[in-house]
């Protein structure tokens, strides 16, 4: 879905970050004559935006899959709410997994409600076509099927899954 508003992911061929304003459990994507009849500019958007994705990861737990050998294969976040796609964005984000998942990691985000998070070494996260394929149908809030590497240099696509 096209937004007025979006700023580009590098590498990304679809996905994008667009600003959205919380209206009670409303999600609304304000026109650009919106933000500029109240001044607001792109260091503000993601200052603020900052602050809500931080309050948005608080609420969230990991819940971890592990193989037969209790190996860590992926971390889940859900929600019942569509806040997980704005809270992988917040700056504390790697701190939730550095222990378990490393210092960089993988993350596909298929809808507002649940994101995937893969270690970036020893990672089979391309096995996991099917359950992300079905997540991202699931809602009528999809997000993306990219993968992205999150490391303390930032966001970047690394690939996209496709079907088999």
Known sequence: MHREIAW????AQRTVLAPVV?????YLFPSRAIWDRFQ??????????AIAA?????????RYERNN???IEYAELTS??????????????????????GDKVLLVIPNRFTAYVFPVL?????????MVNEAYHATAWPI?????????????????????
């Open 8 to 11: 580009k992911i590098p590498g």
């Open 54 to 62: 931080a309050a948005d990861l608080a609420t969230l737990k990991p």
């Open 122 to 130: 020893a990672s089979d996260y391309q096995d996991y076509y099917p």
């Open 80 to 101: 019942t709410r569509p806040i997980v796609a704005s809270a992988v964005l917040a700056p504390k984000f790697l701190d939730l997994f550095r222990d378990t998942l």
């Open 144 to 164: 993306s099927v990219e993968v992205f590497e999150v490391g303390p240099e930032g966001l970047r696509t690394v690939g996209v899954y496709r079907s088999p």
């Open 22 to 26: 919380a209206d009670g459990d409303d």
């Open 69 to 71: 050998k209790q190996v």
């Open 40 to 49: 607001v500019d792109r260091a503000e958007i993601e200052r603020r935006a």
